[in-house]
């Protein structure tokens, strides 16, 4: 059974940076699409950055430049690094793996779609 455990959220003044980690149980970083979402008090789970197994990255429009997407296959770990943090970054972030969406560009990637999720982990920017 596939475990992913998300962390490094954390409160940041607004400027700052924040690195996320992803620790999936098995090897499945090396072998199937990973994504980042986050989802804001009252808000709908939004997709925020996808790293595909052949390396493409896709990006939401409000992150994109700010955020990104990387992965360590040998310790079976996503990452999210984030600069330039704003007030609207403020939500929960979930890992997510193994696309099970129909889409078949990148940015397809940036929906829902997957098969497992994290439990998610707290980043909090005060405005």
């Known amino acids: 059974q596939v475990h992913l455990v998300e962390s490094g959220g954390a409160s940041v003044q607004a400027g700052g940076s924040l690195r996320l980690s992803c620790a999936a149980s098995?090897?499945?970083?090396?072998?199937?699409?990973m994504a980042w979402f986050r989802q804001a008090p009252g808000s709908e789970r939004e997709g925020v950055a996808a790293?595909?197994?052949?390396?493409?990255?896709a990006y939401a429009d409000s992150v994109r430049g700010r955020f990104s997407i990387s992965k360590d296959n040998a310790k079976s770990t996503l990452y999210l690094q984030m600069n330039s943090l704003k007030a609207e970054d403020t939500a929960m972030y979930y890992c997510?793996?193994?696309?099970?969406?129909?889409?078949?560009?990148?940015?397809?990637?940036?929906?829902?779609?997957?098969?497992?999720w994290g439990q998610g982990t707290q980043v909090t920017v005060p405005s």
């Open positions: 997510a793996a193994v696309y099970t969406g129909g889409g078949y560009t990148t940015e397809a990637r940036l929906s829902p779609s997957y098969k497992h």
């Open positions: 790293l595909v197994t052949d390396g493409t990255t």
């Open positions: 098995e090897h499945i970083v090396s072998v199937y699409t």
